[in-house]
């Protein structure tokens, strides 16, 4: 037989070894603070609520998650509500509305999409949108990514040709791009490694780099060591600011080919070894 929402509270409640009075003074206290008397739950309130089939207010689940310690949203799925359909509903109606859609994930036992296999043709040389070239996307529970927050992030790949930002972002670097931060800043460092590196997409592809504004024209700054130029580009017509990098994933040595095709050949399986 499965356990309506009432139940479940209940079951909660009891095992804090919580009385329906200490519920009442508690949301007492709540409704005070939020200066709002929806949110009180009186006794007699909350002993329909866990044995008949009533469907309490927002408010009254709120407190309830508050006292008890639930996630609310998790709540609302055990009443039939989930939050996180939403947005699949969300570009199917007002289609001709021009507006925001919010992308917040609820509740730790949701899924969420990450890249698990890249395109086989991703050429490694160059500087790529990762989110551009993935073949093959998985899922995995929400509440393994509680310490960080992928749906607010685009992620980037330095290629193996791009030396730009060597030897601060070597090339092969997977890179967390930030696109709220797309404002340049001029000034604020102390240090190189302070200073803020962009991720931008020009006409002949994307690269990382320090970057200044004159007027309308960006320019892309390189790591002195690298020994490239400095670029200048038209902001309105040649160059568009993705973010700022604000995480990386680098190798601490380059790819060495040349290692590799020196190292023993071990015995194919039906070759005698020597």
Same mark, same amino acid.
């Given at each position: ?27 007492? /206290? ?18 329909? =609520? ?16 508050? /006292? ?43 899924? @969420? ?26 899922? =995995? ?42 404002? /340049? ?35 892309? /700054?390189?790591?002195? =060591? ?18 700022? @990098? ?29």
């Amino acid at each position: 037989m499965a356990v309506t929402p009432g139940q479940f509270l209940k079951t909660v409640r009891e095992r804090l070894q919580v009385g329906l009075r200490e519920v009442q003074e508690a949301s007492t /206290i709540i409704a005070s603070e939020e200066a709002n008397e929806n949110f009180y739950v009186s006794a007699a309130r909350l002993t329909q =609520i866990e044995n008949e089939a009533s469907m309490p207010s927002v408010f009254k689940l709120f407190t309830l998650c508050c /006292i008890y310690g639930l996630d609310l949203h998790e709540v609302l799925s055990k009443y039939g509500v989930n939050a996180n359909r939403t947005h699949s509903y969300g570009t199917r109606f007002l289609p001709d509305v021009t507006r925001t859609l919010s992308a917040e994930i609820h509740g730790l036992v949701e899924k @969420v999409t990450i890249p698990v296999r890249l395109d086989p043709t991703f050429r490694w040389e160059t500087t790529q949108l990762i989110n551009r070239v993935v073949a093959l996307w998985g899922e =995995i529970p929400a509440a393994f990514l509680l310490r960080c927050n992928p749906r607010h992030h685009t992620y980037g790949f330095v290629g193996l040709a791009d030396r730009t930002m060597f030897p601060l972002l070597r090339p092969g670097s997977l890179v967390m791009i930030d696109p709220q931060r797309r404002r /340049i800043l001029q000034n604020g460092w102390k240090n190189e490694f302070e200073r803020p590196v962009y991720f931008v997409e020009l006409r002949e592809g994307y690269r990382c780099a320090w970057c200044q504004v004159d007027g309308s024209r960006l320019t892309l /700054i390189p790591h002195p =060591i690298s020994g490239l130029p400095v670029r200048s580009f038209s902001l309105a017509s040649e160059v568009d600011v993705l973010g700022q @990098v604000v995480g990386v994933a680098m190798r601490l040595t380059p790819p060495d080919t040349a290692t590799s095709e020196r190292a023993p050949r071990l015995p194919e399986p039906d070759e005698p070894v020597k």
